[in-house]
């Protein structure tokens, strides 16, 4: 049929259906064919978005000298999504359901064809919409946290999520998933790991590292690997599900204080640092290989607070001492990220000791990213230690950070921070490392 | 023979030479049985440094009521060490020779049987006992730098390392070797790949992961391989010559602007970011697998110098943007390492924004440690490169730091220094990743 009555396409246009199937020409020899994507408050005015036969995804400025037909016909194409209920209470469907917290990010995105960049969705159905194969298991709430871009998610906001974590298991959720951008995925994913005890069920991060128009996207299979962990698993574990390589089908379960982003871009970028993932998913199911924390029989509880006077500082050849002083000024406890086993410059020996005499906690990881810290092979460990500097075994500079704030929150005086922070609090500490690891 | 006739075994045993076997006992049931190890300033008075058949050595404060026996039939072992020039001048043998700097670090240090750690070695000679096997294809020549640990080496250091390598190939090297602590040697290759011009040979730093006591030590291994890449090959690159596997034999070539040490104890820590090692070192040689530049007719010079009025700083959620802004106040320039594709959260848009006013360069990288930074997928970025933060490509937080320096050494003005941060001086940029980088 073809819709060329109106002199305008775009009044026609507008009207048209997600999954659509529609061929369009500017009548200067370029066409499109392809399929209705859901359109959001941010989609320009005129501005249809096609998913092409390519997989990509397109945004095309309707101008009135446009045509266009619909092929009479319609090819399978994904309807409207199933019916889902939001928030945190209610709901649809009978049996165990799993609770999916959004806060923004990639996953949870969408194209701005204006701008041609990636911003949050402004409405949590266009999730289940570019995901309806979600809920093919058992049913899920979507419960909208907050709604923004990871690197402004921060202490505060590990705190909100904590406790709507908390909500959705007392509201009689299974298991819990949270979409998160991957920019700081890790981070919350540590500090969720301090701040959550006593956990019925797995707290499962998921991200996605490419965005939802793009065919490469990882968002819907990653989501789905995490919604089968959450639905699944047994245990009361704050983890991490990403693709474990550049294919779908394989997905690594990495504990939540031991992940890392380790690539900008890669679909693959997670990486459990200091020993293997917890375990994978693939077609066969959910197979577990390392120790996990059992399920609690709960009620869950958040273990804060969070003290936000703790900060993180890597060191590097030719930093000044009183720039690395300053830095750590006014605050109770600073992370050093330092070189090797746990070294920083011997002429930072002197604000060191100055801010451990002034009550400050100072912990050192390393900026390897791997290994243990070790004050005791060379002379600056041992003088590091002996100043008052406490090392942190193999906890990730990030993991520490989180940890840090956590311990700061749960003690005043220096000597019970440091007690936490030398305490096994989730499982942080890997003190078995992959085969080679020492060697 | 026995040699208890002195009443003090003392007396005989501090005249045994290196090499030489000896077999100990306290008079109380311990004993001991090994070669005797070099003594160094620093080994503390009476006391026996041994290396056990295990392959450990040991020091032994030998007490008078102590008893000792030399085998008559002493078996093989080191003796003293080929003659060998020290100082860049001068020399000893005919033919092509190759410089090795010393600058202190595990791979020329000693432990310190005293407090049980590990510190440089007082006299390079020493280096030469250790390593007899390292003048077997040619001279080498020892040239002491300076003696101290990697993370007291900064950028006064870095300039004074390339007059010596200067000088090293002015004096007639056919290629250099520096010996370097492994904690900040990636940042010294980095900072020599952009001093550096015009080189007639390879520059190889290696160093080692295990100390001089331990049977495992890979510094006498790695110092081998950078040696031979050092004799046999004909181009002008900074290289760093480490293991590429756990066990001896196969060794990677790493470019000087792409490496880092990516765990605090394994024996190939080092790892190439962002693409393949240059090449490998085996029993068949030195294999080059990457485009290499090509060695210069010379003559080498030094592109200084260094400006030091340039920073590093880590973004972590929490951080303050007050304690950014002050981190980086006085400062020409700042390398940011940002999250994912190069972010910050964006409540440290004003700082930055009011920093680039007044003149101060802000680069971005990436925390994830490989993969490219790009301005143009997320809001964030957008805004921030429309503040003008300049987006380093697929640079290392440490690699850009230290050409940062340069920049700044170069031009006195903020476009001056942006445009030699993106232009290509030393192979920095790896814009073809390894197959699947992108997927």
Redesign the interface.
């Known amino acids: 049929m073809s819709g060329v009555a109106d002199p305008d396409p775009w009044n026609a246009l507008r009207t048209l259906r997600t999954g659509q199937r529609v061929e369009l020409s500017d009548g200067r020899g370029q066409r499109w064919a392809g399929t209705i994507v859901p359109r959001s408050e941010m989609t320009g005015e005129r501005v249809l978005v096609l998913k092409l036969d390519s997989g990509y995804n397109v945004g095309i400025r309707v101008e009135p000298t446009f045509t266009f037909r619909r092929p009479s016909a319609e090819p399978t194409a994904p309807g409207p999504p199933p019916p889902v209920a939001e928030g945190p209470v209610g709901g649809h469907g009978d049996g165990p359901w799993v609770a999916l917290l959004t806060t923004g990010g990639t996953i949870a995105s969408r194209v701005?064809y204006e701008?041609?960049?990636?911003?949050p969705v402004q409405n949590e159905r266009e999730i289940l919409e570019f995901f309806p194969e979600l809920t093919s298991a058992g049913p899920v709430r979507i419960v909208p946290v907050f709604d923004r871009?990871?690197?402004?998610?921060?202490?505060e906001d590990w705190e909100a999520l904590a406790q709507r974590v908390v909500d959705a298991f007392g509201d009689g959720a299974e298991g819990v998933v949270i979409a998160h951008?991957?920019?700081?995925l890790a981070?919350?994913a540590a500090a969720l790991s301090f701040l959550l005890q006593d956990l019925p069920g797995p707290v499962v991060l998921v991200g996605a590292q490419r965005?939802p128009d793009r065919p490469?996207s990882d968002g819907p299979s990653n989501l789905a690997a995490g919604v089968e962990v959450a639905r699944s698993a047994r245990w009361g574990e704050v983890v991490v599900v990403m693709h474990s390589g550049?294919s779908d089908g394989r997905y690594a379960i990495h504990r939540g204080t031991g992940v890392r982003?380790?690539?900008?871009?890669?679909?693959d970028?997670f990486e459990s640092r200091n020993g293997p993932p917890i375990g994978f998913v693939d077609v066969g199911g959910v197979h577990v290989t390392e120790p996990v924390r059992p399920a609690s029989p709960g009620p869950p509880r958040i273990d804060g607070p969070l003290d936000?006077a703790g900060?993180?500082?890597?060191?590097?050849?030719?930093?000044p001492p009183a720039?690395a002083q300053?830095?750590a000024a006014g605050l109770r406890g600073i992370v050093l990220?330092?070189?090797?086993?746990?070294?920083?410059?011997?002429?930072h020996l002197d604000w060191i000791r100055r801010a451990i005499g002034a009550g400050t906690v100072v912990a050192m990881t390393?900026q390897?990213?791997?290994?243990?810290?070790?004050p005791?092979?060379?002379?600056?460990?041992?003088e590091l230690e002996r100043a008052g500097v406490l090392y942190l075994g193999d906890l990730l500079p990030?993991v520490a950070?989180a940890k840090l704030?956590w311990a700061l929150g749960h003690a005043a005086d220096p000597k019970g921070v440091e007690a936490l922070l030398l305490s096994d609090v989730a499982g942080e500490f890997h003190w078995r490392h992959t085969a080679?690891?020492?060697?």
Chains 1, 2 share one sequence.
């Open positions: 701005d701008t041609g960049g990636v911003r871009l990871s690197e402004d998610i921060g202490p951008g991957t920019d700081t981070y919350t965005s490469s550049l982003k380790m690539h900008s871009s890669r679909r970028a936000r900060g993180l500082l890597w060191f590097y050849p030719g930093l720039r300053e830095f990220a330092g070189t090797g086993l746990g070294h920083v410059g011997s002429a390393t390897c990213l791997a290994g243990n810290v070790d005791f092979v060379y002379a600056t460990g041992r990030e950070y704030l080679g690891g020492d060697a």
